[in-house]
């Protein structure tokens, strides 16, 4: 039997462990965090940092997880089954996350942020403090969503991301924007104003350039490109899927 | 008794910590290294790596100082009391930094650079070479300040940036700017020249957008949102916040 | 005898190290890894991750190379001789890249790239799956090469980046995109075209703006600052550095 819990591996005495949870060399579980049945957590990974920000509820991290290494996680946030992480990623306290959350390598969640379900980001998104994004939502690297209209100030104001929104690499999103659903905001974009759903912007400052349903792929030039649904299906569930698939047939 | 230093730290001869330091799991604390009382070192932190790039002088941590998770800090570069950094920061030899610096989680602080006291940096900020910087400067995340004109060359200058300054997320300033007193950069923007003291820029090349007098709070328009000192005090010590305040009292 | 290998490490059985390797403390070498002789892997990296999207060969580090630390590998990608990494970068499968390769810390190359000879990132470049870099190409600090036209599908085009090429910091390249040899793409630009060969292209989108033969070095105006090659050698062998003095020598 392959020991699951590498001797390295620092638990702390209160910390919950479900069955069949591996934890990789070096991790450190603190004592407050809550893992599920079936998560692997890599090396180097620490859990259930301490902070007097939180509410004093533990980190849970819910069944079938896989957390990659190096990541960096405190107390008094929860995620839904099927998290999945990059490296190195860091997320602060008090985020409500739902199901198969992707965080990319190196991504920053600031604290006070919630996710719904299936939503997932790439290499090195930074998530302000008090972010609400939606489910099925796509953030490429390099996104920022910020917080703070006069910075520096008290006066915080979190973005929000509705559902199916993508949001191209390296685009900024300013305090208390709304990005509307089935959205696309271009790379290297700033929004600075509330984005209409189904909209294409781009440029700073972002300016409406197109509807999504005019953009064509590029392979197949016949297919519009969105929404996205109807021909990109990795990783969801078939059930999903099936009603994505519905919903455009007549 | 707690164990301040954990049983797997590893610490060589020749660094010296003062009273009351913390070394967390899997750290490792090279020989030239000064640590003052009081200090804090996260799990995994790895501190004064040798370089032929410094002068051979210790890296030095004042008093009080807590230095997060994963950080990696080369020799040769001295911070002042109060130091405070994210996880995962980088910094190099030969910076000299004032008391109660702040470094944002995965900053990049490239060698030769130097702060004055109180100056904060927010996520993934990347200091380049040379930069200077000054007291109460606020660089918020993936800030970047470039070093040279003419990419690859050795013709490097570094960035100027004042007492006060605000440059918010994701702009860049670029070779010798000068960005002065109590001025704001705009998010996003590309800096080519140099800011006026009180100014608003913004946009790629930046402009002059406003006076940084002219902006306004959004919870509270009657207020002006600059001097920002006016009205956000979060972790200063009384005397300055009293300070600030007299000086705007008639 | 100093021990090469620190009693923290852990190699995998099956690792192949060559002589004279030195693997610093809380490193982890898996099985499906070479590491020629003569080389460096710093604290707490983790070579030779195991996954399904790789051909099944093993990460080949070739001799004389410098991996810094916290630095992360997957199997099934090779290197040339010379690779030096900064900290904390992160290289994925199934990408192949020539001699000497520098990528900065906190880099992340994202798989199925390649790069030729003498190529160099610095700081918190990300490198999107399918890029094809030629040689001796510059990329700055948060360089972003894209390869999803119309995000997300399953329609990626890497980007192509000619030899000699530079491109400042805080650059976006689009997918499919190619960048002409001994070209520059300046700081901040989002590059949306084809750069054409000796083109300065800046702005979003970025627009050409020179030619590099038009811009001269900061310190010595009488000097063009392009091609780099007349002016900038460090590190670069004296066989090359002397047939790039030739070939401008009547």
Same mark, same amino acid.
């Given at each position: 039997?392959?020991?699951?819990?590498?001797?390295? =591996? !620092? *638990?702390?005495?209160?910390?919950?462990?479900?069955?069949?949870?591996?934890? %990789?060399? /070096? =991790? !450190? *579980?603190?004592?407050?965090?809550?893992?599920?049945?079936?998560?692997?957590? %890599?090396? /180097?990974?620490?859990?259930g940092i301490e902070t007097s920000l939180g509410d004093g509820s533990p980190l849970i991290i819910a069944k079938n997880s896989n957390i990659r290494s190096r990541s960096t996680f405190y107390e008094s946030s929860s995620f839904g089954e099927n998290l999945v992480t990059g490296h190195s990623v860091i997320v602060r306290e008090n985020t409500k996350a739902g199901k198969s959350l992707q965080i990319g390598s190196m991504s920053d969640i600031q604290g006070d942020c919630s996710f719904g379900d299936h939503t997932r980001m790439q290499s090195n998104v930074f998530v302000g403090k008090m972010s609400q994004i939606g489910s099925f939502v796509w953030l490429f690297p390099y996104?920022?969503?910020?917080n703070d209209p006069t910075p520096p100030s008290n006066d915080l104001i979190g973005v929000t991301i509705e559902d199916f929104a993508a949001i191209a690499?390296?685009?900024?999103?300013?305090?208390?924007?709304?990005?509307?659903?089935h959205s696309l905001v271009a790379a290297h974009a700033c929004v600075t104003k509330d984005v209409p759903s189904g909209a294409v912007v781009g440029g700073t400052p972002a300016k409406i350039i197109a509807e999504t349903k005019d953009i064509h792929l590029r392979n197949d030039p016949s297919q519009s490109a969105y929404p996205w649904t109807q021909h990109f299906h990795r990783g969801y569930p078939d059930d999903i899927v099936k009603s994505w698939k519905n919903q455009f047939t007549k």
């Open positions: 039997m392959t020991r699951l819990i590498h001797e390295t =591996a !620092i *638990i702390e005495s209160g910390a919950k462990l479900g069955h069949n949870v591996e934890v %990789g060399p /070096y =991790a !450190i *579980i603190h004592r407050n965090v809550v893992i599920e049945d079936d998560c692997k957590i %890599g090396s /180097y990974c620490e859990l996104v920022i969503l910020t690499a390296a685009s900024v999103i300013l305090p208390g924007v709304k990005v509307g659903a």
